[in-house]
């Protein structure tokens, strides 16, 4: 057949010519070259914080300034931390993908008649965007703090990526520290 032909023609012409020199390798302006191209994904957590939402007392001589840090049982509170994730193409790719980031915010009481409260929130990377704050808002009454003092922590778990082909936690992250009072109101 020709083709067979063809074909051992090109065969016999290679070998010649891998029997001379080889040029030095060559390198174009449109090849690329990383050993890490997507770069890697980190991310920040910080600024946890709570306070209390009840506005100025009206008699300024007992409490002249009210503090965001003691509430009462029926005062509205916020509590919320900020995570920034690294802007490498790995990362733009994860937060397009929608990567599932969720906060425990754990409140252990101190003492005896205090107790230990967890509640998890939940959020979806978005394409472009980097800076995520993940908050939780209610009142002691409703979420079972009973009066006392509370250490406040956040734990982040970040991933999986909300897609059938992920089903692992990318990475996690801890911050603490903060303290809460509840009275009774």
Known sequence: MERTGTVENMTAAVASEASHAQSPKQL???????????????FVLSN????????????????????????????E???????????????ALLMCLGTRITVDFAFEGLGGKTNEVDWAVTDLTQKDEFEYTLTYKSTPDASGLTPGLYVIAAVASIGPVENEC????????????QLLQVYPA
């Open 48 to 75: 946890l914080r709570v306070f209390g939402k009840a506005e100025a007392p009206v008699d300024k001589t007992v409490a002249p300034d009210q503090s965001p840090y003691i509430i009462a049982t029926n005062e």
């Open 77 to 91: 509170f916020c509590v919320s931390v900020d995570i920034t994730f690294n802007e490498s193409p790995l990362s």
């Open 166 to 177: 992920s089903q692992h936690i990318l990475g996690y992250g801890y911050i603490a520290k």
């Open 28 to 42: 174009t302006d449109t090849e690329t070259y990383s050993k890490n191209i997507l770069g890697p994904v980190a």
